[in-house]
Structures are given as structure tokens and as C-alpha cells.
């Protein structure tokens, strides 16, 4: 059976036009229930690379955060928003936190919000790593009933690409995250991205593609539109539609194809099923990075 997509449009961050999009994207490809029980913990692992506002498209939008924690809600789950914030001394309100504005959009949802590196880490075997065979992993998605990848669309500067795969990234300590920085060639680097996914048991990934980041992602680049919500079960389909989307060849970006290769999911476009609105009208050509090597991987 093909991995299905769903792609919806979404013009902007009007809350109602999000939810609106979130909710349509989930019922797609068969909705929250099929993985979410009532009273499950759901870990929504968004992208907080740094204190970064909104506008800069470096971070998950909150108003899409806040969108999911609701529709969590609606299925009596409890909505965890979680990412490696930096060591403060209130984990829930970090400066990370507060400036992409997901503190304030995790106190209108009813969301609690985890720090990683104040929450801790398990040391975890990698039975198929290549390039870790242990690795210190954040014990709030460990202990998680369900995970959710909610990533932002950009390009990066080493991986060529950064989504719902490697939004995990930020699941190992900066000290391990450092370890895989030193793989400065794209594909062993890549592979480390694949060995931390292999711990995430990721259920759905829905990706902020509504304002993506272009050139020198995934911080320094600026703002485009794309216009959509994407969500599929199978993150690596996921990736691959968002990624075609934005103008690359899915299988050309390493890791994509690396978790494809490996059995993690859908990377060939001929193997997704694509639902939802017509992507033709959608797909643009983001600008890339100068080149895959220039920079250091973040």
C-alpha cells in the first residue's frame, strides 16, 4: 500500500484558516483517532532552533502549534509540546520558548511545554545505527504514548533539506549533537540523522509549510511562501512530498533517500499516495543553499 500525503492549502497564519487546514490534512489520511487514544500523552516535537520570532520562519509557527494542541484536546488527549531549549532555570519559559511565540500559544491550548535538556535523557542502544550505535535520547519522547513530528519547511545548509526526519535532531544533548556536526560530509551526517530518527517512533508528522525558509537555512535564509499544511503518518513521505513541493528531486536529498533505503518510509513519489488539493498549484522552486558544505551544520 502506497504512504499517503495529504496537502492543504493554508494562505496564512489566521488561526481559523490553520485549524481549518490542520483538521482537513489529519481527516485525509484518516485522522487523530487512529493513533490518539483518550488520556495518551502526545509529544508534539517542534523546531525551536533558537529565539528566533515568528516572522523569521526559523521556528514551527505557533498559531500552528496551538491548532494541534487544540485538536488534541478535542480527542481527550494531552497535548506536550517538547524541543532542546537550552538549560534555563524555569524549563517552561525560556527565552526560546517565549520568542517564536509557543509559550503563549501552549498556555491558550492548555499544553505543557518540556525542555529536553531540563527534562533529561535515557542512553539508548541504535540496534541498526551506522554512524551511532548509542545515543542519549530525550526521555519526554521515549516515555510518550504518541509522537508527533510538527517541523517548519527549510532549506539547510549540510542536509540540503530539514523536516519531519530530522526535526529529531533535537532530541540528542548539544553534546551529542556536536558529535554528529563533526560528520561534515553531507552523507554521514545524513546517516547520523537517520540513526537519531530510528529511536523517535514517530506516528504522524504535519508540517508548518505555510511560510517556509529558503537559501541559507535553517537560520540564516529568509521567508517564502508555500502556502499548505502536509501531514502523513509516514514522515518520510512527508518529507518527500515537502520537499517536491518546494523544488527539489525528494531522492537526491540524502537522507530522504537513506531512510527510504532503509525501511523507515516512503521516499519515491511513485510510492505516496498525494491527496488533498492540487499540488501543481502549490509546488514553486525555493532558492538553496550555495553550496551543501559551505556552512556548519546546525
Not at 274 to 279: E, L, S
Not at 281 to 291: A, D, E
Amino acid at each position: 500500500m502506497k504512504s499517503n500525503v495529504a496537502v492543504v492549502k493554508c494562505d496564512d497564519y489566521d488561526y481559523d484558516k490553520v485549524k481549518y487546514s490542520v483538521k482537513k490534512s489529519l481527516a485525509l489520511i484518516g485522522g487523530l483517532k487512529k493513533i490518539v487514544k483518550p488520556e495518551d500523552n502526545v509529544l508534539l516535537k517542534v523546531n525551536l532552533i533558537g529565539p528566533f520570532p515568528p516572522e523569521s520562519a526559523a521556528t514551527t509557527h505557533p498559531i500552528v502549534v496551538k491548532a494541534m494542541c487544540e485538536l488534541i484536546n478535542d480527542v481527550n488527549a494531552k497535548a506536550i509540546i517538547g524541543d532542546s531549549a537550552g538549560v534555563y532555570s524555569d524549563e517552561s519559559a525560556t527565552p526560546v520558548f517565549k520568542a517564536s511565540g509557543i509559550y503563549k500559544a501552549a498556555k491558550e491550548a492548555n499544553a505543557t511545554i518540556l525542555n529536553f535538556e531540563k527534562n533529561g535523557y535515557r542512553k539508548m542502544a541504535v540496534p541498526k545505527g551506522k554512524e551511532f550505535k548509542e545515543l542519549y535520547f530525550a526521555k519526554a519522547v521515549l516515555d510518550a504514548d504518541v509522537v508527533v513530528s510538527l517541523p517548519k519547511l527549510k532549506t539547510h545548509a549540510l542536509a540540503l533539506y530539514t523536516g519531519a526526519v530530522k526535526n529529531f535532531f533535537g532530541c540528542i544533548p548539544s553534546r551529542e549533537r556536536k558529535r554528529s556536526h563533526r560528520l561534515t560530509k553531507i552523507e554521514p551526517f545524513s546517516q547520523s540523522l537517520i540513526d537519531i530518527y530510528s529511536l523517535a517512533n514517530c506516528k504522524l508528522a504535519v508540517m508548518d509549510a505555510v511560510v517556509g525558509m529558503e537559501g541559507n537555512g535553517p537560520t540564516h535564509g529568509k521567508p517564502r511562501k508555500l502556502g499548505a499544511i502536509i501531514a502523513g503518518y509516514d514522515a518520510v513521505a512527508v518529507d518527500s512530498v515537502s520537499s517536491y513541493l518546494m523544488g527539489f528531486k525528494p531522492l537526491e536529498i540524502p537522507h530522504i533517500r537513506l531512510a527510504a533505503e532503509q525501511g523507515y518510509g516512503a521516499g519515491n513519489l511513485d510510492d505516496i499516495g498525494i491527496i488533498g488539493d492540487n499540488i501543481d498549484m502549490i509546488k514553486t522552486n525555493f532558492k538553496k543553499t550555495f553550496t551543501a558544505t559551505s556552512f556548519t551544520a546546525i
